[in-house]
């Protein structure tokens, strides 16, 4: 055995150390195939943003050559990028997977939830991907999201048990030991899981570039007609920008995050390979949200309290 | 870091540390200066901590506001939960398991410690070694953290005195290999001024080892996988069922210890059935072996019957199966475990029902005595169980896998993770242990 290791390992820096984008993805992969192994009806969330592609792409690993034994959820903000919306559709597809479709457009219809003054369409997802959890009976549902993002993720669980109400009590959280998850719950409750908790950022995008993952073009720099509200470059669209005091221009920019439309703002930016992405972020000295999600500016807690609600 | 290309960046390997200290310490600013220091808070962070802590009234950035995310722990000025933490140098990646140093100590430090490589323990350098510092040390040795780095802080306040220091490490150390804990590093800091956390101190030429953060950025995280016991937890089991791939039957799941290759002979447990390793995939790419932690999918020479909850083992090295466990266990929950609860119990990927059968000591980590027959533990408590399971498990001792030597207690009627679990001997005491046997003693 000794002389096999040897010349499996011979070059590495220390045999059997694993690089740290190799731990993340066992790591992850392994969280996959615990929720494939407990639940009854496992959902992914999946927006066609970096994170949820990342996710969806590890699961396609963990259970090759078998399909994912997942369908995937988008909650649908009306307010999409065109280029993610076409993104998403192709990866279903392409993959032969199932696609639910939580409408907050849908809601604002009907009555039910109504528009905000300031036309962010964010906080108003958290009932329909609630409702949706409830009536299709989710028992986990996969989030992309990462501790590193926000303080109050990073007191998030791997697996993260929320109540019948989709609420999460930080003080009620189960403590996580080794690798041992529990994905214990009443019927009603559901279980938050987390993959990607431990990955941040820089991660995710050298992850991608490794793996060679395809990404919405709205990732990297081009061309765009954005106007400036609270320090951030947004899209100007039908959703309700530019005000009048609001002047477009065109600028080149490029987006960190891919959310609902009105409260996602673009980076100047001339990163247009994923080389020149991950440049950009490493010398970056602004965080992912800090620089381009209006939403979370709203308070200090703004996270915290949506969490708690439901959102993710 | 900025200047570090991105193929150097994904070199770097993980390592997974944890930080205990009491409340004044200096805990938090030993955090807020490793984050700090190493540019790894960026500036809409410090931003809104410094925005804060204006509002606040105070007069500079108040760091711990950087790790304290939640409105209570903000509104209480207190951490009350394990938070995890992520920064990088050029050299490695850290993720920080950010321990409370709070009443909750105990659970909350099993938690950090279960799953990191190392432990950083603070002590105050005009207070030496406390109570307290025996109970993180203690705690250490436990959980079996193979690395333990003492930081002796406020040397500021001790004139940078050696003397001081080298009386404290040398208290320590002694103290720290009597458990059994394998390795101290001890280092002299100052996390207020900066001294040795991040950059060299000034101070103490004295001193001629490395900085925390060094030590951190060079401490080995691989092991000698040759004295380890292969161990392969079934997760799932894959069988896609196409044209492509009918018959294709693969056992997946993440290597727990050691290593496994294509030819070798296994063991599948608990039912004992005998074959060998047809293939390896990694993934979906085609190994001759694997190691842990890697996350694989095996494929056996013969069809037998195996599904989650099994475990693969080189029929050579296969560990008994056993229905009466034996561990030193952690109460997490707030509700006591009491004699003849009845609760599940995880072990690697398996869960089956399981009793307690008896309690027969609880340690107190101030001074390590033993109370016997506590006839509970609540909530932080450490003790000597004894559990009974429905079915036969194949476990090791927790001093030789960490992975497949630890459980938990679950409570079948509402999900609590009750307690955590290190089965077979309390300490890696370098002393001969005492026959198990005895009911009521301690085997350490």
């Known amino acids: 055995m000794t002389t096999t290791v040897a010349a499996v390992t011979e070059g590495t820096q220390a045999p059997y150390a694993l690089s740290h984008l190799d731990s993340l993805e066992s790591e992850a992969v392994h969280i996959f195939r615990e929720v494939a ?43 999409n990028f065109p280029e993610v919306l076409e993104y998403r559709d192709r990866t279903v597809a392409e993959h032969g997977l199932r696609l639910h479709v ?130 951030m470059w947004l899209t100007a669209g039908e959703w309700g920008g530019p005000k009048e005091s609001e002047t477009v221009e065109k600028r080149l920019v490029r987006y960190r995050t891919v959310g609902d439309m009105s409260c996602t703002g673009a980076v100047d930016s001339d990163a247009v390979t994923l080389e020149q992405v991950i440049t950009e972020i490493a010398a970056s000295r602004l965080t992912e949200r800090g620089a381009t999600r209006a939403d979370d500016k709203m308070s200090e807690a703004a996270m915290e309290d949506r969490k708690r609600e439901g959102y993710f | 870091m900025s200047t570090t290309t991105s193929e150097a960046l994904s070199e770097t390997t993980l390592l997974r540390f944890a930080t205990a200290g009491s409340v004044d310490d200096g805990k938090s600013t030993l955090v807020g200066r490793l984050l700090h220091d190493s540019k790894s808070v960026l500036t809409d962070q410090l931003e809104a901590v410094e925005r804060a802590s204006a509002s606040r009234g105070q007069e500079g950035p108040d760091l711990a506001l950087l790790t304290d995310g939640l409105r209570a722990e903000r509104e209480q000025g207190i951490t009350i939960d394990v938070a995890y933490r992520y920064f990088a140098t050029a050299k490695r990646r850290f993720i920080l398991a950010d321990t409370p140093g709070h009443v909750q100590y105990t659970r909350n430090m099993v938690t950090g410690a279960s799953t990191a490589e190392l432990t950083v323990i603070l002590i105050d350098a005009r207070n030496g070694v406390v109570e307290q510092t025996r109970r993180h040390a203690a705690l250490a040795a436990l959980l079996r953290v193979p690395h333990v780095v003492l930081a002796v802080n406020k040397m500021d306040l001790v ?86 791939h009918p018959d294709y039957r693969g056992y997946a799941g993440q290597i727990a210890a050691g290593s496994f290759r294509v030819g070798e002979a296994v063991t599948v447990l608990p039912s004992g059935h005998a074959s060998k390793i047809a293939a390896i995939d990694l993934l979906g790419e085609p190994v001759d072996i694997a190691w842990t932690t890697q ?42 475990l ?81 307690t955590a679990g290190m089965v077979g001997e309390s300490f890696a005491s370098p002393e001969p242990v005492k026959d198990a046997a005895e009911d009521d003693g301690w085997d350490f």
């Open chain 1, 37 to 79: 192994g407990e639940f009854e009806r496992p959902v992914i969330l999946f927006s066609g943003g970096k994170d949820s592609i990342v996710m969806l792409h590890l699961a396609l690993k963990a259970f090759a050559p078998a399909a994912v034994p997942f369908t995937l959820l988008h909650v649908d903000t009306g307010h």
């Open chain 1, 102 to 231: 939580a409408s907050v457009q849908d809601y604002i219809d009907r009555g039910v939830l109504k528009e905000r003054p300031d036309g962010t369409r964010n906080p108003l997802q958290t009932l329909p991907l609630t409702e949706k959890i409830q009536a299709e009976k989710f028992d986990a549902v996969f989030g992309g999201g990462r501790r590193d993002e926000e303080k109050a993720r990073a007191k998030e669980r791997v697996f993260s048990l929320r109540d019948e109400f989709s609420q999460w009590d930080p003080r009620r959280q189960r403590p996580e030991l080794w690798n041992l998850y529990n994905g214990r719950h009443a019927p009603g409750e559901h279980v938050r899981v987390f993959p990607l908790s431990n990955w941040t950022e820089l991660d995710v995008w050298q992850y991608i570039a490794r793996e060679g993952i395809e990404l919405p073009e709205i990732y990297f720099a081009h061309e765009r007609e954005v106007f400036q509200r609270a320090g």
């Open chain 2, 159 to 244: 004139d940078y005195k050696e003397s001081v220091f080298a009386a404290i490490a040398e208290e320590f150390t002694a103290y720290a290999l009597e458990l059994g804990v394998p390795e101290v590093t001890a280092i002299p800091i100052s996390a207020l001024a900066g001294d040795n956390v991040v950059e060299p101190s000034a101070n103490m030429d004295w001193y001629g080892g490395p900085t925390v953060l060094e030590h951190l950025e060079t401490v080995p995280v691989t092991h000698d996988l040759s004295h380890c016991h292969a161990r392969l937890p079934v997760q799932f089991v894959i069988r896609p069922q196409t044209a492509e």
């Open chain 2, 295 to 336: 996350s694989v999918t095996v494929l056996l020479e013969d069809d037998i019957d195996i599904s989650r909850g099994d475990l693969i083992v080189p029929s050579k090295d296969a560990p008994p199966t056993t229905q009466d466990i034996e561990a030193t266990v952690c109460h997490v929950a707030d509700a006591p």
């Open chain 2, 338 to 418: 009491t004699v003849g609860h009845r609760v599940l119990l995880k072990h690697g990927t398996r869960t089956v029902k399981a009793i307690v059968k008896d309690i027969p000591s609880r340690l107190t980590l101030d001074d390590l005595s033993l109370h016997p027959h506590p006839g509970q533990l609540v909530a932080n408590d450490i003790g000597r169980v004894k559990i009974r399971t429905a079915e036969p498990l194949p476990v090791d001792s927790y001093a030789d896998s960490r992975r497949t030597g630890s459980f938990i207690l679950i409570d079948p009627n509402d999900g609590t993770t009750l």
